[in-house]
Nanobody, 124 residues
Framework: QVQLVESGGGLVQAGGSLRLSCTASGLSVSSYAMGWFRQAPGKEREFVAAINWIGGSTYYADSVKGRFTISRDNAKNTLSLQMNSLKPEDTAVYYC?????????????????WGQGTQVTVSS
C-alpha cells in the first residue's frame, strides 16, 4: 500500500516546539523532492517548507523562516519538520507530500502523493 504517514503533531503552548515526522511506505522518496504544507480551518492549503531529493537545498515560507527546519533521511524513507518558537497562527493540519521531480517546489501541483495530515495546535 502506497502511503505517507505523518506523526508528531499535538497541542503546545506558544513559544514551544514540536517535531513532525513523515514515513513513506510502498513508494520511493529518495529521488524526489519532499514538502510540508498546512491547512488551517477555513483557509486554503499553504506551502510551509520543501527540500530537494538529496537534502542539499531547502525552501521555506516567509512565515516560518528561521523557526522551522526541514530535513530528510533517504535511508529511512523519512521526512522531518522541526518547529520552534511556535505561534498560535501556526495552528493547522500539517501534510507531507512527495514531489513529482527531484527539485524542491512551493507549488502543491508539483506534488503527487500526500499524507493524511497531523494536527498541530498552538495555544496562546
Amino acid at each position: 500500500q502506497v502511503q505517507l504517514v505523518e506523526s508528531g503533531g499535538g497541542l503546545v503552548q506558544a513559544g514551544g516546539s514540536l517535531r513532525l515526522s513523515c514515513t513513506a511506505s510502498g513508494l520511493s522518496v529518495s529521488s524526489y523532492a519532499m514538502g510540508w504544507f498546512r491547512q488551517a480551518p477555513g483557509k486554503e492549503r499553504e506551502f510551509v517548507a520543501a527540500i530537494n531529493w538529496i537534502g542539499g537545498s531547502t525552501y521555506y515560507a516567509d512565515s516560518v523562516k528561521g523557526r522551522f527546519t526541514i530535513s530528510r533521511d533517504n535511508a529511512k524513507n523519512t521526512l522531518s519538520l522541526q518547529m520552534n518558537s511556535l505561534k498560535p497562527e501556526d495552528t493547522a493540519v500539517y501534510y507531507c507530500a512527495r514531489g513529482t521531480s527531484f527539485g524542491r517546489s512551493y507549488s502543491p501541483s508539483d506534488y503527487n502523493y500526500w499524507g493524511q495530515g497531523t494536527q498541530v495546535t498552538v495555544s496562546s
